[in-house]
């Protein structure tokens, strides 16, 4: 199954990874795992639960598995 740009772009805002992703100058296009060793431990974790989301993989969230997402 194929994602839309427009479903993407709606699991980002929900994770709240849209503000990260529009500073990038690629914006949506921009390449996250080149340099996802570089993002802090909370944007890992919002990207690797935007992934989830997206392909609607069914998940149970622990607190302290989430903890840093907040930075």
């Known amino acids: 199954?194929?994602?839309?740009?427009?479903d993407v772009e709606k699991v980002c805002k929900l994770v709240e990874l849209d503000t990260f992703i529009n500073c990038k100058k690629e914006g949506y296009d921009y390449d996250v795992s080149e340099a996802e060793q570089f993002l802090s431990s909370g944007k890992g974790q919002k990207v690797a639960l935007t992934k989830v989301l997206i392909r609607n993989i069914p998940i149970l969230l622990l607190y302290e598995a989430i903890e840093s997402i907040n930075e």
Request: glycine share 0%.
């Open 1 to 6: 199954m194929k994602t839309s740009e427009k």
